[in-house]
């Protein structure tokens, strides 16, 4: 697979004509969406007084206007980025995914599926709400995979029947052959409990979580500062977590710079990486030229198939069976 370096490269060399073309374009968008912004917000402040100052008016239907109009103004913004996000990711995000490796394909407006996302046992709850896009599918030095960006959500009502969206995960989802088949299942998940109340109250806290199989104790100290491993089958999650794996899953979360969660179920690795925006979203307040908005994508592609060399998931260390 290309380094960062080389992809950065390709990024400003190959991809530069296309590139111009698109810092054109979202000159003009931004200069578009600070004009339409200032017009919208003096007409809602014009309406919103004038409602105000009526008694016609109660302070509910005055709340409703409010939503409506901010509901109004998102669903503007995202019209207006509509057809540049779609040429960014079809002439530059494309190409650049296929210079990694040919056998890749990439589908802006596909996911990672609902189904996968289960299988995994990440979280304890289903989705009410999945959506996501940017979808990525091949292979890497023989291991198949597949990402994309996720968005899941679980409906909840309040006390008056009121419902409102808790999001369950955002970021970037994996889906990865493993080189070994497991009996059992192991969940690895980023340690919140000893880091919030310590080594003694955060291990009591994870063996109660009843939502969990039985709580694994692995011999790596600096890996249980991090992560807190549940599991069907004791022995099996010390045979997979070896001391070699459980320093590149380390590796790869400073690397990742957010929470990661990883789970080994029927030959399979899946890793979800806590994000709070689409990755993928070409910027339009600051110039795709710029070489921090460049390694913004770069490192993330790299990262996301780079999960294959960094787990030595290419390396067939035991057979399937």
Known sequence: MKTVSELTDFYYKTLYPPLQKLENERKKLRYRIIIIAVFYIVIA?????????SSYFSPHILAIFGVGHFSFGVFLYKWLLKDYTQEFKTTILGPLIKAIDEKLSYWSEMHVSELDFNKSELFTQKPDRFSGNDFVSGEIDGVKIQFSDIHAQKR???????????TLFQGLFIVSEFNKNFHGKTIVLADTAQKTFGSLLGNWLQSKNMSRDELVKMDDNNFEKEFVVYSTDQIEARYILSHALMTRLLNFQQKSQHPVYVSFIGGTIYIAIYHKKDLFEPSVFHSLLEYKIAMEYVKTLHLALGIVEELKLNQKLWSKR
Do not use: D, P, T
């Not at 909840?156 to 808790?166: A, D, I, P, R, V």
């Open 45 to 53: 402040l014009v309406f919103g007084l004038s409602f105000s100052n």
């Open 156 to 166: 909840h009502k309040n006390s008056k029947g009121q419902e409102s969206l808790e």
